[in-house]
């Protein structure tokens, strides 16, 4: 690749398009999850932005929780495979491909189909979906992980990636690869040892 065709692939503008496209992606995945059912806030009332006992009512409803670290990680992977795949992309519809992946699951993610695939398939036995104030930090936590990629870069991305997964399963018995696995192909015996039997 040329030193021009590498400049071009690197801006993180494409014009006002990029900025509407943007905009755009984040007023519908909106909408869907109002014609969901989806709530603004917490239902229990807490305002407090944070929520770090996954076993708790509160998790998946207000701003960050345990959960929003996996978030992260969505963004540092999609960082990488959007960039194998559409190397020549530039950097800023990379970023809203990445934008538009995130912000599709957590529409997908609070489908009743999946809610139910949580609550039966992994430990998430009390999962109710996110409010919406949680589906939109979780997509500026992708957001988040996608530039720390970009910053990174593969070696140091990979050894945040690694770091992460093992803080998590070490703190709370979850991590993104596991809920993969459990959404995907669950394991009862990990199942066991998350819900600690």
């Known amino acids: 690749m040329s030193e021009t065709e590498l400049q071009s692939t690197e801006s993180w503008t494409d014009g006002k398009r990029s900025y509407y496209a943007f905009g755009l992606l984040i007023i519908t995945a909106v909408v869907l999850l109002i014609f969901q059912g989806r709530v603004w806030w917490c239902q229990a009332g807490d305002m407090v932005p944070w929520s770090w006992n996954i076993w708790s009512t509160h998790n ?4 960050i929780d345990p959960y929003s670290f ?9 960082f990488w495979l959007i960039g194998l795949v559409f190397p020549r992309v530039p950097l800023a519809w990379r970023f809203f491909m990445a934008i538009f992946i995130e912000s599709s699951w957590e529409v997908a993610e609070n489908t009743s189909y999946v809610i139910q695939r949580y ?8 999962y109710f979906g996110d409010s919406i104030i949680n589906s939109l930090a979780d ?19 990979l050894a945040l990636f690694i770091a992460t997964e093992v803080i998590l399963i070490l703190t709370i018995r979850d991590s993104l690869i596991i809920n993969i ?4 192909w669950p394991i009862e015996a990990l199942k066991n040892w998350q819900v600690g039997l």
């Open 139 to 157: 997509i500026v936590c992708c957001g988040l992980g996608f530039l720390i990629a970009y910053k990174l870069r593969f070696w140091k991305s």
């Open 119 to 126: 609550r039966e398939e992994t430990m998430s036995l009390d």
């Open 60 to 63: 998946s409803q207000h701003i």
């Open 70 to 78: 996996t978030h992260v990680l969505h963004g540092v992977l999609e």
């Open 181 to 184: 696995i459990m959404l995907i």
